[in-house]
Nanobody
Framework: QVQLVESGGGLVQPGGSLRLSCTAS????????MKWYRQAPGKERELVAT????????INADSVKGRFTISRDNAKNTVYLQMNSLKPEDTAVYYC???????WGQGTQVTVSS
């Protein structure tokens, strides 16, 4: 059974940091690209970042460039999203996604507020 489980969300003050984790099971994690999306209330789901099986990475959302970093640990079947200098507009539910299997995690809420 292929599955993605996110963790690491929470409430943080503006300017703070969080690291999200997404642990995969049921497939050969190292062979596939992984993505992070987010969805804010009343908005469409937005692609934030992509990391390829080679380790190459792209930040897809211009609004987070220079602040967010995607990484992976194939030994732990885990992809990470390091989020720094967080802003209130980063508030959203964050999801990891594997497009080859078209699977999504359950999402983790990130709230940036003072």
């Amino acid at each position: 059974q292929v599955q993605l489980v996110e963790s690491g969300g929470g409430l943080v003050q503006p300017g703070g940091s969080l690291r999200l984790s997404c642990t995969a099971s049921g497939f050969t994690f190292s062979s596939y690209a992984m993505k992070w999306y987010r969805q804010a209330p009343g908005k469409e789901r937005e692609l934030v970042a992509t990391i390829f099986r080679t380790g190459g990475r792209t930040i897809n959302a211009d609004s987070v460039k220079g602040r967010f970093t995607i990484s992976r640990d194939n030994a732990k079947n885990t992809v990470y999203l390091q989020m720094n200098s967080l802003k209130p507009e980063d508030t959203a539910v964050y999801y990891c996604h594997n497009s080859d299997f078209d699977i999504w995690g359950q999402g983790t809420q990130v709230t940036v507020s003072s």
